[in-house]
């Protein structure tokens, strides 16, 4: 049977409408059960407490828990990778950072890439890093602790996240800029390290100041300099590495959120929004400063601008990682 122009052309209309519906009635549902964000390193370090304090204040938002699951190893390789492979359902999250999403891709040969195989959602906050050393440590400025490294070369020692994290690179960012050479000593993630260095087992490290930062208040370990260009608000009586007579040790570790490529753009900006809500709560900023972390604006809480800053930091960063010929595991 043929149908009359008008009531077929009023069907295809219809029909052409559904994805837009669909679209819609799914940023309205969604999430319709729990989310999983994936923490690429072990619990307790700067990156796992950054997620749940975020993760948190989200479930407000978005009606539905978001499960922390920690999936370490391989400098945060395995954790990403498994996000990389992940349906795009809206269902699995990866909080990352420089390390993760910059240099990881510079130094290890992926099954996945750093840049291309993900969707951003927003980007999280900002951390310059601490200079930090075991209480024991003789040395009481920055400038002491390179001589008391460059007197203890063979035995001197550093912890880091595992070979390539940032804190990794950043000691060999130092060692090159210092002159100084000790010991890496690799862990499954910052936070293990960070134990390790309060007990007294290793040297130092150069570490987010969101995991050093209450170890040093508590009075358990030394600091010496932060890696940014301006002091810490939460720290105001540690020095900047200019200050302390290291100019241009500046690297700082930012956080942020991603998907799986192909999620659905409506799913994102629910996210995104979500990300927008914590970060506005006084108690989450709170948080959040206290650990050291700078907040971006709100207008800088978007998926646009995580993929300029993305592709910025790879863009400056590669160059130099690969030719410092700095090679993961």
Not at 281 to 300: K, T, Y
Request: proline share 7%; charged share 15%; with cysteine.
């Amino acid at each position: 049977m043929k149908l009359p122009r008008r009531k077929f052309l009023h069907l295809a209309a219809g029909a052409a409408a559904l994805p837009a519906v669909s679209r819609i009635a799914l940023a309205q549902t969604y999430p319709t059960r729990p989310i999983t964000m994936v923490v690429p390193y072990a619990a307790g370090g700067p990156t796992d407490t950054i997620a749940r304090i975020l993760t948190e204040r989200m479930r407000v938002s978005l009606g539905q828990i978001v499960i922390v699951e920690n999936v370490t190893g391989a400098a945060g390789t395995i954790g990403v990778g498994r996000v990389a492979r992940a349906a795009p359902d809206g269902y699995t999250i990866c909080i990352g950072h420089w390390g993760t999403h910059v240099v990881n891709g510079a130094i290890y040969d992926l099954p996945y890439h750093v840049f291309n195989d993900f969707e951003p959602v927003s980007l999280i906050a900002t951390n310059p890093a601490l200079i930090v050393a075991r209480k024991a440590v003789p040395a009481n400025t920055l400038q002491e602790l390179i001589a008391w490294l460059k007197a203890n070369a063979a035995t001197a020692t550093q912890g880091t996240a595992g070979l390539g994290s940032a804190s990794h690179v950043s000691g060999v960012y130092f060692q090159a800029i210092t002159g100084t050479r000790f010991q890496f000593v690799p862990y499954r993630g910052a936070g293990p390290a960070m134990q390790d260095l309060v007990a007294g087992q290793i040297d130092m490290m150069i570490d987010q100041a969101a995991n050093s930062l209450l170890p040093v208040r508590a009075g358990l370990i030394k600091a010496y300099a932060v890696t940014g260009k301006t002091r810490l608000t939460a720290a105001p009586d540690i020095p900047t590495v200019d200050e302390a007579g290291v100019p241009g040790l500046h690297i700082s570790t930012w956080h942020a959120l991603w998907m799986p490529k192909g999620t659905s753009k409506d799913i994102i900006t629910r996210l995104d929004g979500a990300v927008v809500d914590a970060l506005a709560d006084a108690r989450v900023r709170q948080r959040l400063a206290d650990l050291g972390q700078e907040l971006p604006p709100p207008e800088e809480q978007n998926p646009e601008t995580l993929a300029a800053v993305h592709r910025a930091e790879i863009e400056k960063w590669w160059p130099i990682l690969k030719a410092a010929k700095i090679k993961g595991e």
